[in-house]
Each structure stands twice: as structure tokens, then as C-alpha cells.
């Protein structure tokens, strides 16, 4: 926009010096690098600020589309979790039902095999009847048997 060359500045420095004069020139020519500069920190300090919030706008833009993907990724995860969920209520609702129809059905079961199987009297035993151990050891077993038998 401006364009500035030397022989310009070599005017304007003239210039200066002529209306300023010497004394004051060099305070009147720090003073406006002291301006100069603070305008020029001041503009890079915007410029920075305008970065930072493009940035932090890009970031948030990012930020939000990253939720948006994972949200759409958790929504079959969730949809099986569920289906995972009903699946096992509805075993262990039938696991209950049979639980709580067990007794019943061993009822039952114990009636009918109580029905159709009469229970045989049990055997009298007769004390003159009981043959000794060792007879009857005797006569099936060898005697070298026999005598592990009893030593044992």
C-alpha cells in the first residue's frame, strides 16, 4: 500500500531536522520506535489471539465430529448389549420356572414309581440261619487267602 524508499526516508529524516531541530530530534525519533513498536507488538498479539481462536474453533469442529463418530459406533454395541441382556432374563426366568416346578415333578415321579413298584416285604433273618464267617471263608477261599484275610 505505501511504498516507502529510502530516498523518502532520507527526505522525511530532513524534514525532521529541520522542524524538530537537533536537540529534539533524537528524543522525537525514539519516542516514535517506541510507538512503532508498540503498534507492531500489538498487531502480532492480535493476530495471535485470531489464531488461537481459529484454532480452538478447528478443534472444537473436530472434537464434535470424533463424538459424533463414536456415538455412531456405540449405538450396535449397545443394541447387542441389550440383546445379550434379554437373553440371559429370559434363561434365567426359565431357569426359575423349572427350579420352582422341581418339587412337584419329583413329587409326581416319586407317586407313579410308588404306584407301579409295590415294595417287597424285607427278608426275615433267623438267628439259626447266619452261617459263620469263617466257614463259609473256608470253603470259597484258598487258606494262604484266608490268613491275609484275617491277619489284616
Known amino acids: 500500500m505505501f511504498d ?34 508498540k503498534i507492531r507488538r ?34 450396535p454395541i449397545q443394541e447387542e448389549m441389550k440383546a445379550v441382556e434379554n437373553t440371559l432374563h429370559n434363561t ?17 415321579q416319586q407317586a407313579e414309581l410308588n404306584q407301579h413298584n409295590e415294595p417287597e416285604p424285607a427278608p426275615v433273618i433267623v438267628a439259626d440261619s447266619i452261617t459263620p464267617l469263617d466257614t463259609v471263608l473256608d470253603d470259597k477261599i484258598p487258606v494262604s487267602k484266608v490268613n491275609l484275610i484275617k491277619s489284616k
Open 4 to 37: 516507502v524508499g529510502f530516498s523518502e526516508l532520507i527526505l522525511l529524516g530532513i524534514v525532521a531536522l529541520v522542524v524538530l531541530g537537533p536537540e529534539k530530534l533524537p528524543h522525537a525519533a525514539r519516542m516514535a520506535g517506541a510507538w512503532l513498536g
Open 42 to 75: 500489538t498487531v502480532i498479539d492480535i493476530q495471535a489471539e485470531i489464531e488461537k481462536e481459529v484454532s480452538a474453533a478447528e478443534l472444537k469442529q473436530r472434537m464434535n465430529d470424533e463424538i459424533e463418530r463414536l456415538k455412531a459406533a456405540t449405538n
Open 92 to 108: 434365567i426366568n426359565d431357569a426359575s420356572h423349572s427350579i420352582d416346578a422341581a418339587p412337584a415333578y419329583l413329587a409326581q
